[in-house]
């Protein structure tokens, strides 16, 4: 029986060197290479500033403090989403607002989020899922019209794009993150992307405790700080972006040539002006029963699959919530995401492929 994972980081021994080489250094705290890894992705993003942290949900919560989000204020979110997108809203004290998703893109929907607007909202949050951009243009036009910050969630998305421009450049400031699961990864790590000086100032002093030089503490900050190892880590995987989002691309159009057709089965789809990076590769089937058949049957075959995301609304901290997202709890309940690695071999994708074509078809 082959053996499949969900997902396999793109390492090499230059990795291995590059971090080895820092911890060689004597000095492993933030430092140059944390400043060589933002000016990278800040040239790649074509925005002014990138600030890097030791994580994409402590990126979040800095810029909503950053921005003056708290007590009182509503941010419009998705449910379709990790859990850290909701959680950090709450840790700053302001309020979630659940709104639908669109069932092509799993973006938020607009006409959702226009009905959730009162005068309390501060933000809406767009989660560009798996690589694929949510329909922006009318959630820009919302967020004019209303005077509402946009932060992108664009954790899942790097290198994407809506209408030619990077997602995570959309709106006020926008969140990568660096998890393996990502296109690329630092282990653990995040960024914030912004054009607005004023508030990349602000991300530097809350990640760094309140410093704006040693112990000078202007205001109330944190340790957010990203390490020199995981920049390292970072710097050397970004010098292989284009080719791993060359490659997932590739695997994902074999693996939709392969799935298309098959009934009760959904591959994913991406408009015209949006370009898919494919971190995740996400499959809806007809209903609850054959998803979870699905999943079963495929890790009993070896393929490691996975629900990205049971909707958060549903998690027990927001059991009293008492919302109805009828989309969101539809693809919730039929989601399925398959392995789609940069390096996956064609034996692999045929395997998989011919392991769903005949579990689909007994099943039917």
Known sequence: MMKIPLIKPNFSEEEARSVAAVIRSSWINEGEKVSEFEH???????????????????ALHAAFLALGIGPGDEVIVPSFTFFSTVSSVVHVGATPVFADISPDTFGLDPESVSRRISPATKAIIPVHYGGLSVEMDPITDLAKKHGIIIIEDAAESLGAEYRGEKVGTLGRVGMFSFTPTKIITTAEGGILATDDDELSNRLRLLKNHGQDHLYHHVCFGFNYRMTEMQAALGICQFGKLPQIIRDKRRVAARMVAGLTGIKGLQVPRAPAHCFH??????????????????????????????????PVHRQPVFA????????????????LSLPCYASMRDREMEYMIGHIKRIMEMKL
Do not use: W
Not at 325 to 335: A, F, K, M, S, Y
């Open 277 to 310: 990076t494919y971190m995740l590769f996400t499959i809806c089937l007809a209903n609850k029963q054959l998803r979870d058949m699905l999943y079963d049957e495929l890790h009993a075959a070896g393929i490691t699959v996975r629900i990205y995301f049971p």
């Open 40 to 58: 990278l992705l800040a040239d790649y993003l074509g925005v002014k500033h990138v600030v890097a942290f030791f994580n994409g949900t402590v």
């Open 320 to 335: 009293s919530c008492g919302i109805q997202l009828p989309i969101t709890e539809r693809i919730g309940d039929t989601v």
